[in-house]
T-cell receptor, first 114, second 110 residues
Framework: QQPVQSPQAVILREGEDAVINCSSSKALYSVHWYRQKHGEAPVFLMILLKGGEQKGHEKISASFNEKKQQSSLYLTASQLSYSGTYFCGTELFSLGGSNYKLTFGKGTLLTVNP | NAGVTQTPKFQVLKTGQSMTLQCAQDMNHEYMSWYRQDPGMGLRLIHYSVGAGITDQGEVPNGYNVSRSTTEDFPLRLLSAAPSQTSVYFC?????????FGSGTRLTVV
């Protein structure tokens, strides 16, 4: 049930854009996005809920295709501070809503160079 | 608010020893989870809880026990440590929408 992320790694120059994808074979209640810097804990960026509601970061956007059970994270005009590993996490849809088990993909390592 | 507090930050165990990783949150969150993180594997769910007295297994529960006697605390017990349990362990609690993670416990089993 682990979601699949792609690509595994991305290298950018400052100011360039990137897209990170996340897909699941199961019906999703929500998709979460987190960023983790080396040696630190993951930090919540955004959540996308079934039905289209979106909550999170001001400068990073994401989409959720409920029909395909896919989500994409869009990083535009990247900054050096965007470097880190990005994880998508998914909660499956269950009777009454979420199954409350947040399962993560293996991550995408994003490196932004000057 | 201190957020999610994990102790200890580092621990070395001998094979066969038992120990408890502590996790506490002061935000009155109902949902709490334990993850382990290994290189190239992402974050894998060990156990989770939807409230005091209610726990359930995640993806990799073998060798670990949990209990949730209060809303604030969610300890993770290693029953008989094995080298395969060498990992970084994160506790997390759910806000209204996203999860807040503790700073982690780096565990080495020799």
């Amino acid at each position: 049930q682990q979601p699949v992320q792609s690509p595994q790694a991305v290298i950018l120059r400052e100011g360039e854009d990137a897209v990170i994808n996340c897909s699941s074979s199961k019906a999703l209640y929500s998709v979460h996005w987190y960023r983790q810097k080396h040696g630190e804990a993951p930090v919540f960026l955004m959540i996308l809920l079934k039905g289209g509601e979106q909550k999170g970061h001001e400068k990073i956007s994401a989409s959720f295709n409920e029909k395909k059970q896919q989500s994409s994270l869009y990083l535009t005009a990247s900054q050096l501070s965007y470097s880190g590993t990005y994880f998508c996490g998914t909660e499956l849809f269950s009777l009454g809503g979420s199954n409350y088990k947040l399962t993560f993909g293996k991550g995408t390592l994003l490196t932004v160079n000057p | 608010n201190a957020g999610v507090t994990q102790t200890p930050k580092f621990q070395v165990l001998k094979t066969g020893q038992s120990m408890t990783l502590q996790c506490a949150q002061d935000m009155n969150h109902e949902y709490m989870s334990w993850y382990r993180q290994d290189p190239g594997m992402g974050l894998r769910l060990i156990h989770y809880s939807v409230g005091a007295g209610i726990t359930d297994q995640g993806e990799v529960p073998n060798g670990y026990n949990v209990s949730r006697s209060t809303t604030e605390d969610f300890p993770l017990r290693l029953l008989s440590a094995a080298p395969s349990q060498t990992s970084v362990y994160f506790c997390a609690s759910k806000q209204l929408y996203g999860y807040t993670f503790g700073s982690g416990t780096r565990l080495t089993v020799v």
